[in-house]
């Protein structure tokens, strides 16, 4: 049986820290990104064939966006998060209305290294879901925990797809490491139920029961 794990979207294996500290370290990282897209790329056409288009449609509405750019400057932007192919990016898109319908410029991509941070309203809570821009996608959190998952889509912690999940972090101060099995095994090693469900290729229930069982022990002191 095929593991949901492996059909993570494009950019699953791109996820970099938000703390990349120098050009030499982001010229390095990108060019891991590139090789590891394309991977990625070649996979996904696989899996395209094995279940057809539709197994990887996530649901990706547009929403009101409220986008922070690299100046600290705001704007309220409606758009979904779309791929950009030949960037191996993500994006939003607007129009500008102040230019004709026949102006080139009239579409505006905003990508997430233009931006500090995008945010919206989520409709279940009435919170704010903040998403941190990396070099290629924005992380949205959507489990918060001892290990703390990130999205590539501003979907709400109560009802989001496993399966956009890109990024996973444990500890506030630790870096935000791609949502892969080695990386999981590790963040896992200390709990045997948890390791259990890894080893079943059940990743995500693997990443869940990590969470109870550590949060149970911390109540039940």
């Not at 918060?144 to 890109?166: C, H, K, M, R």
Request: hydrophobic letters at 35%; a positive charge; one cysteine or more.
């Amino acid at each position: 049986m095929i593991s949901r794990f492996k059909l993570l979207p494009l950019i699953a294996l791109g996820i970099i820290s938000v703390k990349v500290s120098s050009a030499q370290n982001m010229a390095a990282v990108n060019s891991m990104l590139n090789r590891q897209f394309m991977n990625s790329m070649m996979d996904r056409n696989l899996r395209m064939s094995m279940f057809g288009l539709n197994y990887y449609k996530n649901y990706n509405p547009k929403f009101d966006f409220v986008v922070t750019d690299s100046l600290g400057m705001v704007q309220n932007v409606r758009s979904k998060i779309n791929i950009d192919t030949a960037l191996h990016k993500y994006y939003l898109e607007y129009e500008d209305k102040n230019l004709p319908k026949s102006d080139p410029n009239r579409k505006v991509k905003i990508y997430p290294k233009e931006t500090i941070s995008i945010s919206r309203k989520d409709g279940y809570s009435g919170k704010m879901l903040n998403g941190m821009a990396t070099d290629s996608c924005w992380l949205f959190k959507v489990i918060d925990g001892p290990i703390t998952a990130y999205a590539f889509l501003a979907e709400s912690p109560d009802s989001f797809d496993e399966t956009t999940i890109v990024g996973i972090q444990k500890g506030e101060n630790m870096p935000i490491l791609p949502f892969r099995p080695e990386n999981l095994k590790l963040m896992i090693a200390d709990d045997k139920e948890a390791t259990e469900q890894f080893k079943s290729k059940k990743y995500y229930k693997a990443l869940k029961k990590y969470n109870k069982n550590k949060q149970q022990a911390i109540t039940s002191k």
